[in-house]
C-alpha cells in the first residue's frame, strides 16, 4: 500500500496561562485549530488562516530565530515542531499521514467566535496546564499544550 501524505498546521493558541481545545468533529479527540496547508500558502499561513477560522481569535505566532534575508530568499517562521500522524490505517498499513507543523501563538482574549460553518463556541474550553494533565487528550496534545502555555509566559 502507498502512503499519502499532506501537509497540515496546527497552532496551540494561548492566553491568560491556557491554550484552547475543541472537539474535532471527524476525529473524536480533543484539539487546537489547525488544517491542510492549501495549495500556493506557507504553513505559517495556514496555521493562521485555521485559527482565525476555527476561533475568531487573532494570534501572534511566537517565533524564535534571526530574520535572515537576501535579495532571492527569507526566512519564514520556523514550526515549534513537526509531527508525523497517521490518519489511516488499515490491517496494519498506514494510507494516509499528516506531516503536522505545530506552531504556538498568543492570542487576546478567550472569546472564541468562530466563522460559519465551523463548530460553534461551546465545541472549544481552555485548558491551564492542570487542566492539560487531567484531560482526556492525547499524551501530544498534553505536551504540546503546556510547552505553549510555558512559551507565552516568558
Known amino acids: ?31 487546537p485549530p489547525g488544517g491542510h496547508v492549501d495549495r500556493g500558502e506557507l504553513p505559517h499561513e495556514a496555521a493562521l488562516r485555521e485559527a ?22 527569507r526566512a519564514i517562521p520556523r514550526p515549534r515542531h513537526l509531527m508525523l500522524a497517521d490518519v489511516n490505517v488499515c490491517d496494519g498499513e498506514v494510507g494516509h499521514q499528516h506531516i503536522d507543523h505545530v506552531y ?3 492570542v487576546e482574549h478567550r472569546e472564541i467566535d468562530p ?9 472549544w474550553a481552555w485548558y491551564d496546564p492542570a487542566a492539560l ?5 492525547d499524551p501530544d496534545v498534553e505536551q504540546l499544550g503546556i510547552e505553549a502555555i510555558e512559551t507565552a509566559g516568558r
Open 1 to 31: 500500500m502507498e502512503t499519502t501524505r499532506h501537509f497540515t498546521a496546527t497552532v496551540y493558541l494561548v492566553a491568560d496561562g491556557a491554550t484552547a481545545l475543541h472537539d474535532h468533529p471527524g476525529l473524536g479527540i480533543r484539539l
Open 52 to 73: 482565525r477560522e476555527e476561533t475568531g481569535l487573532e494570534p501572534t505566532l511566537l517565533t524564535e530565530g534571526d530574520d535572515v534575508r537576501s535579495e532571492t530568499a
Open 104 to 106: 504556538y501563538a498568543t
Open 115 to 123: 466563522a460559519p460553518g465551523e463548530p460553534g463556541p461551546d465545541a
Open 133 to 137: 494533565r487531567g484531560a482526556d487528550v
